[in-house]
């Protein structure tokens, strides 16, 4: 069982960045696709991104250009750093682990509690 833990959420304005974390309490940490979703009010949850071996990455065309995951396999962190922000980017930040590198939440069976990030305009 792998235990995600997220931090760095926030209200920024539009135009701004914020970096969120996500600590695992798994040391095969780095045997793990690691992605991260999102869900706005109101919507369902989309996925936004997601990072596998040899720090390979695949996003959704929306975040292109303007997000980045990346990971540290030592610290058993994976981070999402999201610059441009634009206030439809609001929404609770998930991030999940699996061993498939899949872009719907089927593909990660564990998740993290959630972190809100709040742009406004």
């Known amino acids: 069982q792998v235990q995600l833990v997220e931090s760095g959420g926030g209200l920024v304005q539009a135009g701004g960045s914020l970096r969120l974390s996500c600590a695992a309490s798994?040391?095969?940490?780095?045997?793990?696709?690691m992605a991260w979703f999102r869900q706005a009010p109101g919507k369902e949850r989309e996925f936004v991104g997601t990072?596998?071996?040899?720090?390979?990455?695949n996003y959704q065309d929306s975040v292109k250009g303007r997000f980045s995951i990346s990971r540290d396999n030592a610290k058993n962190e994976v981070y999402l750093q999201m610059n441009s922000l634009k206030p439809e980017d609001t929404a609770v930040y998930y991030c999940a682990a699996g061993r498939v590198a899949g872009n719907t939440q089927y593909d990660y069976p564990f998740w993290g509690q959630g972190t809100q990030v709040t742009v406004s305009s």
């Open positions: 990072t596998w071996n040899g720090g390979r990455t």
């Open positions: 798994d040391n095969t940490f780095s045997n793990y696709a």
